[in-house]
T-cell receptor, first 111, second 112 residues
Framework: QQQVKQSPQSLIVQKGGISIINCAYE??????FPWYQQFPGKGPALLIA?????SEKKEGRFTISFNKSAKQFSLHIMDSQPGDSATYFC??????????FGEGTQLTVNP | NAGVTQTPKFRVLKTGQSMTLLCAQDMNHEYMYWYRQDPGMGLRLIHYSVGEGTTAKGEVPDGYNVSRLKKQNFLLGLESAAPSQTSVYFC???????????FGNGTRLTVT
């Protein structure tokens, strides 16, 4: 049972464009929603995270939008750069326990 | 400060063989995790530990065992490897609660 569903599976964006990755969750008890970035041959690393008491969080070019009623959250990458090419995972957890990850999105930013 | 170190980086096993993957962290983290990563399936939790001497099952624990005898080490064992266990295995640790997970660089295991 996949409690966090992520789309699209892959995404190709031109340099300077906006990349958008979406996630939907089922468990209304989830209270922590991070995004992880993974480069080839490396482990994932935390990119940005949000809690359900806010609808948006921005860090530089990266923004999380959160819709509690729809049980959805998304990652927006503004002014996408070739260096952003990586695999992105959304995740969710409740009460500081184990993270449940989405399936992953492979982002390619063309120069 | 090495962070999370996984050994080995690569391994090829024959069906039925056994092996142990070692994870070591030097950040004095309480929580440690083993995930497997397969294409299109994201990261799935195998086993985890919330402190020295404790272990618990994750989403996909069958065929694996773990031990956490020392706070800094978390071992993942495969007693009788199967081709379905071909995957990339990641170890991760965190200080507590919702502090960020720190991942190692993975072990690529192939079972033939």
């Amino acid at each position: 049972q996949q409690q966090v569903k992520q789309s699209p599976q892959s995404l190709i964006v031109q340099k300077g464009g906006i990349s958008i990755i979406n996630c939907a969750y089922e468990n209304t008890a989830f209270d922590y929603f991070p995004w992880y970035q993974q480069f080839p041959g490396k482990g994932p690393a935390l990119l940005i995270a949000i809690r359900p008491d806010v609808s948006e969080k921005k860090e530089g070019r990266f923004t999380i939008s959160f819709n509690k009623s729809a049980k959805q959250f998304s990652l927006h990458i503004m002014d996408s750069q070739p260096g952003d090419s990586a695999t992105y995972f959304c995740a969710a957890s409740k009460g500081g326990s184990r993270l449940t990850f989405g399936e992953g999105t492979q982002l390619t930013v063309n120069p | 400060n090495a962070g999370v170190t996984q050994t080995p980086k690569f391994r090829v096993l024959k069906t039925g063989q056994s092996m142990t993957l070692l994870c070591a962290q030097d950040m004095n983290h309480e929580y440690m995790y083993w995930y497997r990563q397969d294409p299109g399936m994201g990261l799935r939790l195998i086993h985890y530990s919330v402190g020295e001497g404790t272990t618990a099952k994750g989403e996909v624990p069958d065929g694996y065992n773990v031990s956490r005898l020392k706070k800094q080490n978390f071992l993942l064992g495969l007693e009788s490897a199967a081709p379905s266990q071909t995957s990339v295995y990641f170890c991760a640790s965190k200080r507590d609660g919702n502090s960020p997970l720190h991942f190692g660089n993975g072990t690529r295991l192939t079972v033939t």
